[in-house]
């Protein structure tokens, strides 16, 4: 019997620290995992499918995640791009990052999709490490045709309704030529009247009587009618009435009618005695206004007459003052005494 002699191998301290680096090395390689999945591999032409890409690591690993392009290949499309979420492993110190990944394609027949490489570096590491996923076959089916039905017209756009937020620029711009116009407006009708936009209000320092008897003086010395000027001097002579109406007896008579304003009149206590003789003024300086009516020389001098007399027997009485009717005491008992 012949014995063969094994030669061992020798065992050095350097193949024993590499065996134990390895040992060592291979949970923690481990540790860091990158993975990609899809919804489906099978899908129609158009139609969208999730890709999940998730990578798993310590809690001391910082990860860089990959940046995707609009596109991963030729024929695969990315639609739409979800947020990471990161979850905690229950039992351990290893976190779970996660996305969500909207593809499609428009061409049919299988495609590949390329491992996408994740970086990552631990405290300790002084170079940066990185793990990849593998790549994925997704396949793309036409969509089936019965070629032997009838070609049909393309479906019509379906309508959809307007929203206010919609009209909401097109109401602005309509209130404001609007508003323009009515401005432009009022601007020719007050320039036609001889008057500024804006009418100056003005504090009047006298009583409202007084003022309208200065003015009808002032309308008096004007001779308006004298020299034709018959229908400005009537319209002057129902503007100073209808004036001190509205200041003195607060009846808003320059923005009424005649019988408005003598309706008024009969309600009104203080001129209510004086509303015949108004309406008299007021009809005949209408009917000169518009009726283009003609009064008599006599007439226009009794308008003017009984305007006065209608401020004069409408006015406030003034009441005399205790002082004034009130007699001294020494002078009452004289006269008794004669």
């Known amino acids: 019997m012949i014995l063969k002699r094994h030669r061992l191998i020798p065992f050095s301290y350097s193949s024993a620290a590499l065996l134990l680096v390895m040992i060592l090395w291979s949970p923690v390689c481990d540790a860091q995992k990158a993975t990609a ?36 290949n030729t024929s695969i499309e990315v639609v739409k791009r979800g947020n990471i979420d990161t979850t905690a492993i229950k039992g351990s110190d290893l976190l779970q990052y996660r996305q969500f990944v909207t593809i499609t394609s428009f061409d049919s027949g299988y495609h590949t999709i390329p491992s996408i490489t994740f970086f990552y570096r631990g405290k300790t590491d002084s170079v940066r490490q990185y793990s990849y996923t593998d790549s994925l076959m997704m396949k793309v089916n036409t969509v089936a045709v019965d070629t032997t039905l009838a070609i049909r017209d393309i479906k019509a756009p379906m309508k959809q309704s307007i929203t206010f937020k919609e009209l909401l620029p097109f109401i602005l711009i309509a209130i404001s030529v609007i508003a323009l116009a009515a401005l432009f407006i009022y601007y020719l009708w007050r320039r036609k009247q001889n008057k500024p936009l804006l009418p100056k209000i ?93 009064p008599t020389a006599p007439q226009n001098e009794q308008s003017l007459k009984e305007a006065v007399s209608f401020v004069e027997l409408t006015k406030p009485v003034l009441q005399p003052s205790a002082k004034e009717t009130t007699e001294p005491v020494e002078n009452k008992v004289t006269t008794i005494a004669e």
């Open 37 to 72: 999945t899809l919804d489906t591999t099978v899908i129609r032409i158009g139609e969208q499918v999730r890709l999940h890409l998730g990578f798993t690591a310590p809690r001391n690993v910082s990860v860089q995640w990959p940046v995707l392009a609009d596109t991963l």
């Open 202 to 294: 003005v504090k009047p320092s006298l009583p409202a009587w007084q003022i309208a008897l200065k003015e009808l003086e002032n309308l008096s010395e004007q001779k308006l009618w004298q020299n034709g000027r018959i229908k400005p001097y009537y319209s002057e002579l129902s503007d100073i009435l209808r004036r001190y109406l509205e200041n003195q007896h607060m009846i808003p008579a320059v923005e009424m009618v005649t019988d408005e304003i003598l309706d008024s009149c009969r309600e009104n206590a203080a001129v209510q005695n004086s509303t015949e003789q108004l309406g008299r003024l007021l009809r005949l300086a209408d009917l000169v206004k518009f009726a283009k009516e003609i």
